[in-house]
C-alpha cells in the first residue's frame, strides 16, 4: 500500500515540475500580442522557451554535494521551491529578463526531480512491478504537459502562472510522510532505519532476505569509492553510463523538444485547417495515452524491443514532416498533402511515447548501483537536458535560416543512429533484480545465474 502511494506522490511532483514543460507552446505566441503583460520579440521567445531546458541540466548538478547525505526524499521535497519561485516570478514579471530567470529557476526543480525520482523509485520497487513504475514517470509528465496545453489559451498569462504556482503544494503534502529509501539508509549505515523503511514499503515483516540481499550490495559497491574513475574505468559501470547518456540524447534528438516547445508554431506554419492550439492538445491527450500503454505493456514486452519500435517509427514520422516541408520549400505545390505534417507529428507522438519519451528514465534508475547511482544519474539528465536546450534554441534558428525542412532532417538522421545504437548496444533489464543488472554488466556470470529474491 505505501509503496504505491509512493509512487503516486511521486508522479504528482512530476505533474507539477513538468507543467513548465508545456507552457511555452501557448505562452509564446501570446506573449507577442500587443495586449500582452510583457513584449517580447521572436528571438527572445526562443530563449525563453529553451532556458527552461538549461535549467533542467543545471538543477541535478547542484544536488551533487548533498545527494547521499541528505537522501532521495528530501532531495524531492526541496525541487518544489524553484516551481513556487518560478511561477511566482512569472505572475508578475514585466520584461523579458524576469521570464528568462524565472524559466531558469523552474527548470532546476524539475531537473533535480527528473534526476532523483528514478533513483527513488527504483529502489523502493521489487523486480515485477519496477518498469511500469518507472515508466509511468513520463506518463505524469505528459499529463503536466497537456494540463498547460489546455489552461494556458483559456485563461490570462498570469492566471495561468498562478495555477501553475499551486499545483506543487499537494506533492509536498503527501510526500513529507512517505518513508525514505532503504538503499539510502543502509548507504549511511542506518540498518534499523532501512528495516523500517522496507518493512512499511512491503506491507509485510517478513523483508529479512530482501534487507540482507541490500545490505550485501551496497557494502559491495561502497568498497569503491564512487567518483568519476568508477564511472568511466570501470568497464559495467562505463557501459552503463554510456547507455543512459545515449539514450538521453536520442530522446532529446529526436525531435521532441522541437515538436513540444513549438507545437502551435509548426502547425499554423503547416496551414493546417485546425488552429495550432488545438492540434496541441489532442497531440498532448495522444502522449498520455501512448505513454500509459508503454507503461501497462513494459514488464511484459521489455525495454529494449519498444525503444527499438519506438525510434524506427521515430524516424519514418519525422522524415514525413520533413518531406513535407521540403516539397513547400522547393516551390512545390503541397495542397494535396496539406494533412501530411499534421499527421506526421501526431504518429511521432505515439511512437516516442511508447518508448523513446518514458524508457530512458526507466533504463537509468535501473542501471547503476548505488555507488555512483547519483552521480550518474546527475550527469545523465545533465547531458540529456542540456542537448535538450540546445535542440530547442537551435531548432528556431535551423527553422528561420536554412528551412524547416533542415531540422526534421536532422531528426531522422539521429533516429536512424539511435536505432542502431539500440540494437547492438543497450541491454535488457526486464523482469530483474537491481543486483542481477550488475552482475550482467559486469560480467559475473555465476551471480547472474543465480536467481534471487525479489
Known sequence: MWLYAAAIASYIGIFAGSTPYGWSSPAIPMYRKPDSPV????????????????????????TLVIAHIAGRKTLLIAASVPWFIGWAMIVFARTPAELLIARLISGTGTGTCF?????????????????ILLTAIMMASRVGILFSYIL???????????V???????????????????????????????????TILRGTKDIHTELNTIETSVKAEMANNGGLGQIFFVPGNRRSMTVGAVLGLIQQLSGSQAIMMYTQSIFDQANVGLEGKY?????????????????????????????????????ISTGAVATYFNLQASKISTSSIEWLPATGCMFYVVFYSLGLAPLPTTVMGELFPTNIKSLACVIVVFIANFTGFVVGKTYQLISHSMGTHVAFWLFTFFNVLGTIYIW???????GKTLQEIQAELHHKKGESDKKIPA
Open 279 to 315: 492540434l496541441a492538445i489532442i497531440l498532448g491527450i495522444i502522449q498520455i495515452i501512448c505513454t500509459g500503454l508503454c507503461a501497462v505493456i513494459v514488464d511484459r514486452n521489455g525495454r529494449r524491443p519498444l525503444l527499438l519500435f519506438s525510434c524506427i517509427g521515430s524516424l
Open 115 to 131: 534526476a532523483v525520482l528514478p533513483m527513488y523509485l527504483g529502489e523502493i520497487s521489487p523486480p515485477k512491478i519496477r518498469g
Open 424 to 430: 547492438f548496444c543497450v541491454p535488457e533489464t526486464k
Open 39 to 62: 513584449q517580447i520579440s521572436e528571438d527572445e521567445g526562443a530563449w525563453i522557451a529553451s532556458m527552461f531546458m538549461l535549467g533542467c541540466a543545471m538543477g541535478p548538478l547542484m
Open 152 to 162: 494556458v489559451p483559456l485563461v490570462s498569462l498570469q492566471t495561468s502562472a498562478l
Open 164 to 198: 501553475s504556482l499551486l499545483l506543487p503544494i499537494p506533492f509536498v503534502c503527501c510526500f513529507i510522510w512517505l518513508p525514505e529509501s532503504p538503499y539510502h539508509f543502509m548507504r549511511r549505515g542506518r540498518r534499523d532505519d532501512a528495516s523500517k523503511a522496507l
